[in-house]
C-alpha cells in the first residue's frame, strides 16, 4: 500500500545510505517487486556498516545541540564539541572514577536485592490469589509514589549512607519487577503445571521449575524497566544523599558553575545506562531465547 | 479383569458470576477395565473433559468419587499421565530436555533418563529431533513429544483430552494409527476424550456417549472391532459404518438442543 502510495506522489532523491532504498525502487517503475526488492537493498547498504544508523542519529543531535547552543549563546549551555573535550579528562581522573564505582556498586547491590526479593514475590502473587489480595493494593499505593521523594524520610531512618541509597534503589527496581513477575506467573498455562503436577511435582517445586521459567520472559521485561530504573534513582539518591557518587560528581560541578563536565557526567550516566542494557539484553538473548518467534516477522510486511 | 478406574456417583458444580451454580456433570458412574481403550464423546459443554480433569485429579469432584486400581484419587500422581490438546510442552526445553523432565523429576539417574527418553523420541517418529524447541515444531510434531513425554514416566492409564483436535486431517489420521501401535506394545488403559465420533470408534474398545446440561452418561457402546486396526480398512467395514451412524444418531437428539437452549 505505502509502495503505491509512493510510487504516485513525485519523491525526492536518496542515496542508498539513508535506508529510504524503497522509494528509489518504485520510482524505477518496478512496482510489482518493489517492496521486497527495497527491503534487500536497505538491509544490503546498511549490513555491512552495523550502528551506522545510530551513530548518524548522534550526530544529528550534536548538530542539532551545536546550532542550540551558538544560538542561546549562555555558560550553562556549551557547545558539544568542548563536552566531549572534557570527557577524556573527566575519565581519566581518579577521583572521579572511584566515584562511578561507587555508583556501580550500590546500583548493583540495590538491584540484585530486589530482583531476589521480588521475582518469588511476584511470582507467589500470581499463583496465590490470597497472596495477591493481600499484596496488590500496596503495591498500587507505593507503585506511582516517586521513590526518590522518600530519599529525606528514609535517611532520617538510616542517615545518609550507603543504606539509605541501596534502599531507594531497591524500592525503584522493586515494583516492575513485582509487576511482571505477577503478569508472568499468572500468564502460566494451566495445563503445563498439571503436566508438571502429574509427574509428581509438588506445588513449591512447581513453582520454581515449571512458573519460574515458564515466567521468565515477562521477568526479564521488568528487569529492564528495573535496570534503568536503578540507574535513576541512583543519581537522584546520590544528588540528594552527596557523600559520591556520579551523581555527587554532577552536582558539584554544577554548584561550581562548572558547566562543561556537568555535561560530561551526564553523557557518561548516559553511557552506563547503554552499556548495562547493551549487556542486559544480551543476557537476556541468551535465557529466553526459546520464547523468541521461530522465523524472522516483518513487521507489517504484507 | 479389575476395573481400573471407578467413577462412583460423581458431580461436579461450578460457581458462576453471572448464573449462579452450574452443574457440569451429574452423578456419573462408570467403570474402566484395565488395559482397556475407552472415549468418551458428546456435545461440547456436556463436562467430558471435566470428567478426565477429575480422574486426573486436576480438579476435585464435588460429591462421589473416583478410585484408581482401588485407591481414592485426591490429586494428580504419575501413575495418571495426561495428554492435553493444548500440549501444554514446556517452551524453555528442548524435545529431549521435555521428554526426560518427568524421569529425572523422579529422581531417575541423568543418563539412563536420556537413553529412555531418546528410545521414546525414536517411538514418536521424531529421531533428529531431539535438541529443537517447541517453537519449532509443528502442531503435530508438538502432540508426539507430549505423548512420549507421558509415556516417559510409565503411567498405568493414559488421559488423553482431544489430544488431535487441533491437528489437520491427515495429521491426525496419522497420530490416531501411531497412537493405536504403541497402545498395542503394552495395552495401557486408555480414556480418550474426543468430539469425533469415527475416532472414537476408530480407537476404543467402549464409547461412553454424554449428553450436557447437565452432563450425564447416556449411553454406553461396546466396539466389537477385530484389533490390529488400519482406518483405511475400517472406513469401507460396514459394522465400523454402523457404529459411527448409531453414535451419531444418539448425540444428534434434537430434544436435548431443545432442552438447553429453550431452558
Known amino acids: 500500500m505505502a509502495g503505491d502510495m509512493q510510487a504516485r506522489i513525485p519523491s525526492p532523491p536518496t542515496s542508498d545510505l539513508s535506508g529510504f532504498g524503497q522509494l528509489k525502487a518504485t520510482s524505477l517503475g518496478k512496482p510489482r517487486f518493489a517492496r521486497s526488492e527495497a527491503r534487500a537493498l536497505a538491509a544490503r547498504s546498511l549490513a555491512p556498516i552495523p550502528g551506522l544508523a545510530p551513530l548518524l542519529a548522534c550526530l544529528a543531535l550534536l548538530l542539532a545541540w551545536d546550532v542550540a547552543a551558538r544560538l542561546v549563546a549562555i555558560d550553562s549551555l556549551p557547545s558539544p564539541w568542548s563536552v566531549?573535550?572534557?570527557?577524556?579528562?573527566?575519565?581519566?581522573?581518579?577521583?572521579?572514577?572511584?566515584?562511578?564505582l561507587d555508583s556501580l556498586r550500590r546500583m548493583a547491590t540495590g538491584f540484585a536485592l530486589a530482583v531476589l526479593f521480588s521475582i518469588p514475590l511476584g511470582l507467589s502473587m500470581g499463583r496465590s490469589r490470597l497472596v495477591a489480595a493481600s499484596c496488590n493494593p500496596l503495591m498500587m499505593?507505593?507503585?506511582?509514589?516517586?521513590?526518590?521523594a522518600l530519599m529525606p524520610i528514609i535517611m532520617l531512618w538510616l542517615?545518609?549512607?550507603?543504606?539509605?541509597?541501596?534502599?531507594?534503589?531497591?524500592?525503584?527496581?522493586?515494583?516492575p519487577v513485582i509487576y511482571h513477575s505477577y503478569q508472568g506467573a499468572r500468564a502460566v498455562e494451566e495445563k503445563m503445571l498439571w503436566s508438571a503436577a502429574a509427574m509428581g511435582m509438588?506445588?513449591?517445586?512447581?513453582?520454581?521449575?515449571?512458573?519460574?521459567?515458564?515466567?521468565?520472559p515477562e521477568i526479564m521485561v521488568g528487569a529492564r524497566t528495573g535496570l534503568v530504573l536503578a540507574l535513576i534513582t541512583m543519581v537522584t539518591s546520590e544528588m540528594i544523599a552527596r557523600q559520591s557518587g556520579i551523581g555527587n560528581v554532577l552536582f558539584n560541578a554544577l554548584d561550581m558553575a562548572q558547566y562543561q563536565p556537568v555535561y560530561a557526567a551526564i553523557v557518561v550516566i548516559g553511557m552506563i545506562g547503554l552499556l548495562l542494557d547493551v549487556a542486559f539484553e544480551k543476557l537476556r538473548g541468551k535465557l529466553v531465547s526459546w520464547a523468541e518467534p521461530a522465523f524472522p516477522i516483518i513487521a507489517g510486511s504484507t | 479383569m479389575a476395573a481400573c478406574i471407578e467413577i462412583e456417583q460423581l458431580s461436579r458444580s461450578f460457581d458462576t458470576a453471572k448464573r449462579g451454580t452450574h452443574l457440569a456433570l451429574s452423578e456419573i458412574s462408570m467403570a474402566v477395565e484395565e488395559g482397556q481403550f475407552v472415549a468418551i464423546v458428546g456435545p461440547s459443554g456436556c463436562g467430558k473433559s471435566t470428567l478426565l480433569y477429575v480422574v486426573g485429579g486436576f480438579v476435585a469432584p464435588t460429591t462421589g468419587r473416583v478410585r484408581v486400581v482401588g485407591k481414592e484419587v485426591d490429586g494428580p500422581g504419575p501413575d495418571r499421565g495426561p495428554v492435553f490438546q493444548e500440549f501444554a510442552l514446556f517452551p524453555w526445553k528442548t524435545v529431549l530436555g521435555n521428554v526426560s523432565y518427568g524421569l529425572i523429576q523422579r529422581g531417575v539417574a541423568r543418563r539412563e533418563a536420556l537413553a529412555r527418553a531418546r528410545a521414546l523420541i525414536e517411538l514418536v517418529h521424531l529421531d533428529g529431533y531431539e535438541n529443537f524447541y517447541p517453537k519449532e515444531l509443528s502442531g503435530g510434531?508438538?502432540?508426539?513429544?507430549?505423548?512420549?513425554?507421558?509415556?516417559?514416566?510409565?503411567?498405568?492409564?493414559?488421559?488423553?483430552?482431544?489430544?488431535?483436535?487441533?491437528?489437520?486431517?491427515?495429521?491426525?489420521?496419522?497420530l490416531q494409527n501411531e497412537l493405536l501401535e504403541i497402545w498395542e506394545r503394552?495395552?495401557?488403559?486408555?480414556?480418550?476424550?474426543?468430539?469425533?465420533?469415527?475416532?472414537?470408534?476408530?480407537?476404543?474398545?467402549?464409547?461412553?456417549?454424554?449428553?450436557?446440561s447437565p452432563g450425564r452418561i447416556k449411553c454406553v457402546i461396546e466396539i466389537a472391532l477385530p484389533r490390529p486396526r488400519r482406518r483405511t480398512e475400517l472406513l469401507v467395514n460396514r459394522r465400523y459404518q454402523d457404529y459411527v451412524v448409531s453414535i451419531e444418531r444418539e448425540m444428534d437428539d434434537p430434544a436435548e438442543d431443545i432442552a438447553t437452549h429453550g431452558g
Open chain 1, 84 to 100: 566531549l573535550n572534557e570527557l577524556p579528562k573527566l575519565l581519566s581522573d581518579r577521583e572521579v572514577l572511584l566515584n562511578i
Open chain 1, 141 to 148: 499505593v507505593i507503585y506511582p509514589v516517586p521513590k526518590a
Open chain 1, 159 to 175: 542517615g545518609v549512607g550507603e543504606a539509605a541509597k541501596i534502599l531507594v534503589i531497591f524500592l525503584g527496581v522493586s515494583l
Open chain 1, 202 to 216: 509438588e506445588a513449591r517445586t512447581r513453582l520454581m521449575r515449571v512458573v519460574l521459567p515458564a515466567a521468565l
Open chain 2, 141 to 174: 510434531m508438538k502432540q508426539r513429544v507430549a505423548i512420549a513425554r507421558t509415556l516417559a514416566y510409565g503411567p498405568r492409564i493414559l488421559l488423553m483430552d482431544e489430544p488431535f483436535g487441533a491437528l489437520d486431517a491427515l495429521t491426525r489420521t496419522r
Open chain 2, 186 to 212: 503394552d495395552r495401557k488403559t486408555v480414556m480418550f476424550v474426543t468430539h469425533s465420533v469415527d475416532e472414537a470408534v476408530f480407537l476404543s474398545d467402549r464409547v461412553f456417549v454424554m449428553s450436557r
